[in-house]
């Protein structure tokens, strides 16, 4: 069974376009992680949130926790936006934290 | 800004030799972390380490892997015998300790192993 949802897999868009990326969740706490991966691998966090809306830049992040769902928004998309896009739930067992992540989602920004 | 290190940034290994990765977590993080991805496919949990112990590992992290701090500052994920399987993008994450719930983990460049 898969803990952490994302929708859709793949997406490509024209640059200029909104993007929405969504993240469904049935196990973990009250925070969300976002996550970028680049094409050579490396992961950058973009988000942590447990509640609302949180903006950078371009990037909103917006987490509905009764639902258990989470959305990322890229506004004024940009061909450097392409990357993988993985959301992550932090769940605790025994005292231990550790991620659950999503499959990720690629998004190609095409110019 | 203190980022998480790791390195090498690529190994490439026989198959049944011995690899060591090393990370090198933010300084007043106390929480460590090993995931791996292997490629095409989602990442996943090995093993998290405090207070010089392994505080939880997934069923992926058997006898073949340890980790270790040997000296404060580095986190090291040794794989004693290789397998063509092991080959992934192994990624090092730490976290402080300020809020347990809801603080946010780190994560180094990853290095990609790959065994022949």
């Known amino acids: 069974k898969n803990e952490v949802e994302q929708s859709p897999q793949n997406l490509t868009a024209q640059e200029g376009e909104f993007i929405t990326i969504n993240c469904s969740y049935s196990?973990?706490?009250?925070?969300l992680h976002w996550l970028q991966q680049h094409p050579g691998g490396g992961i950058v966090s973009l988000f942590m949130?447990?509640?609302g809306k949180k903006k950078h830049g371009r990037l909103i992040a917006t987490i509905n926790i009764q639902e258990k769902h989470s959305s990322l928004h890229i506004t004024a998309s940009h061909p450097r936006d392409s990357a993988v896009y993985i959301c992550?739930?932090?769940?605790?067992?025994?005292?231990?934290?550790?991620?659950?992540f999503g499959q990720g989602t690629r998004l190609t920004i095409n110019p | 800004e203190p980022e998480v290190t790791q390195t090498p940034s690529h190994q490439v290994t026989q198959m049944g030799q011995e690899v060591i990765l090393r990370c090198v977590p933010i300084?007043?993080?106390?929480?460590f972390y090993w995931y791996r991805q292997i490629l095409g496919q989602k990442v996943e949990f090995l093993v998290s380490?405090?207070?010089?112990?392994?505080?939880?590992k997934s069923e992926i992290f058997d006898d073949q892997f340890s980790v270790e701090r040997p000296d404060g500052s580095n986190f090291t994920l040794k794989i004693r015998s290789t397998k063509l399987e092991d080959s992934a993008m192994y990624f090092c994450?730490?976290?402080?300790?300020?809020?347990?719930?809801?603080?946010?983990?780190?994560f180094g460049p990853g290095t990609r192993l790959t065994v022949l």
């Open positions: 994450a730490s976290r402080d300790r300020l809020t347990y719930y809801n603080n946010e983990q780190f």
């Open positions: 196990v973990g706490i009250s925070a």
């Open positions: 992550a739930v932090p769940l605790i067992i025994q005292g231990a934290q550790k991620l659950v």
């Open positions: 380490f405090y207070n010089n112990e392994i505080s939880e």
């Open positions: 300084s007043n993080h106390l929480y």
């Open positions: 949130l447990s509640s």
